[in-house]
């Protein structure tokens, strides 16, 4: 939506290659999350980025996973190794007004 | 940390009636819960929030809840539309912190 950028919006990847997923964010936006949405699921948190504190890893699902976010706005979220589970949406959000998330429109990843 | 239930999974509606979501959270320090409306194939929209020091709060055809002793708050969705049918997922905060979510209510509005 307004305010947040994802790319891909599509990425169909082999079985054991990396991807990178990339969320753009407009500036000025301190807090940024990447979430997980597999098919007909909820929303499952990853990572949280705020401001230049160490970033809140505890959803990573495994070491796979990792996260950077490079001068306080884009953000990429990598996964090594990919597995047919990482098959997902995901989802970037930045805090609004300091309650509440704008989501991006997402990643819909296909591992095959 | 926090965890939010979400009830029911799925809700079927006639157009024109209401439909109720009811959420529990787990965490006392949370003091923020936003409700999003997921359509097919699209992100999650805010849709209608509420902070811990208010009660209920309406937008027109929806209103939010919260009791704070219970830790429980709920979605109504009056005079239903077959456009509210969606994905709705409740969540829930602390200061400072992420939004953990529900497990998300399909609800389904017939004509």
């Known amino acids: 939506g307004a305010g947040v950028s994802q790319s891909p919006s599509n990425k169909v990847t082999e079985k054991g290659k990396d991807v990178e997923l990339r969320c753009d964010p407009i500036s000025g936006h301190t807090a940024l999350y990447w979430y997980r949405q597999s098919l007909g699921q909820g929303l499952e948190f990853l990572i949280y980025f705020q401001g230049n504190s160490a970033p809140d890893k505890s959803g990573l699902p495994s070491d796979r996973f990792s996260a950077e976010r490079t001068g306080g706005s884009v953000s990429t979220l990598t996964i090594q190794r990919t597995q047919q589970e990482d098959s997902a949406v995901y989802l970037c959000?930045?805090?609004?007004?300091?309650?509440?998330?704008?989501f991006g429109s997402g990643t819909r990843l296909t591992v095959v | 940390g926090e965890n939010v239930e979400q009830h029911p999974s799925t809700l079927s509606v006639q157009e024109g009636d209401s439909a109720v979501i009811k959420c529990t959270y787990s965490?006392?320090?949370?003091?923020?819960f936003p409700w999003y409306k997921q359509e097919l194939g699209k992100r999650p929209q805010l849709i209608i929030d509420?902070?811990?020091?208010?009660g209920e709060k309406k937008d027109q055809r929806i209103a939010v809840t919260l009791n704070k002793t219970a830790k429980h708050f709920s979605l109504h969705i009056t005079e239903t539309q077959p456009e509210d049918s969606a994905v709705y997922f409740c969540?829930?905060?602390?200061?400072?912190?992420?939004?953990?979510f529900g497990g998300g209510t399909r609800v389904l509005v017939k004509p």
């Open positions: 509420i902070r811990s020091n208010v």
């Open positions: 965490d006392s320090a949370s003091n923020y």
């Open positions: 969540a829930a905060q602390a200061a400072g912190n992420k939004l953990t």
């Open positions: 959000a930045i805090m609004d007004r300091g309650y509440g998330y704008t």
